[in-house]
C-alpha cells in the first residue's frame, strides 16, 4: 500500500512539475497549441538551423492489437525552410498521408505557394498530375504553346474554351 501511495505521488509531483511543458491552451478567445523547436536540449536553447523539423502532427489509428498495431494515417510536418534569424523563421507545412509508410503529398511554402505532387512549386496552386474540376469554372485560363510567354494581363487577352459535340 506504502508503495503505490509513494508511487501515486511522485507521479503527481513530476506530472506537475512538467506542466508547463505537457499542457495546451484549450480555451478562450485565443485557443493555440503550440510546439516550440529548439536545438542543444538539454543544455542552453539554441536557434533551429534550416532543415530542421519543427513538428509533426499524426493522427494514428489502432490497426491490429499487438506491436506495430498503431499506425499513422495522415500527418503534417513543418520544417526551417531558409536561413533562420533573429525575428525570423522561414518553415513550410507538408501534408502527408498513406500507409505504411507516410508520402509527402502537398505543401505549403513559406512564401504561400502550394505544391500538389510536387514539393517545389513555382506558381500559386502548383499540380504535377492530372486534375479534375467538376461544376461551373468562374476565373480565366491562359493557354499557351510558349511557357516564357507572360499570362493575360487585362480581360481582353482572355481565351475562352468552348465545348462542340460531334
Known sequence: MKKSVFSMLLGIVFCSALYTQLSAQSGGTNPQLIMYRYNNYPTQPAPVFQGDLLG??????????????????????????GPVSNGMLPANMVFRTGAPDQLNRMVI????????????????LHTVGNTHTTGDFFGRIHMDENGGNPGPDTYTEEAYLEYKSG
Open 56 to 81: 509533426t502532427l499524426r493522427w494514428n489509428g489502432l490497426s491490429a492489437i499487438g506491436v506495430g498495431g498503431i499506425i499513422t494515417g495522415a500527418s503534417i510536418q513543418s520544417y526551417a525552410t
Open 109 to 124: 511554402t513559406s512564401e504561400g505557394l502550394v505544391g500538389i505532387g510536387t514539393m517545389n512549386p513555382q506558381f500559386n
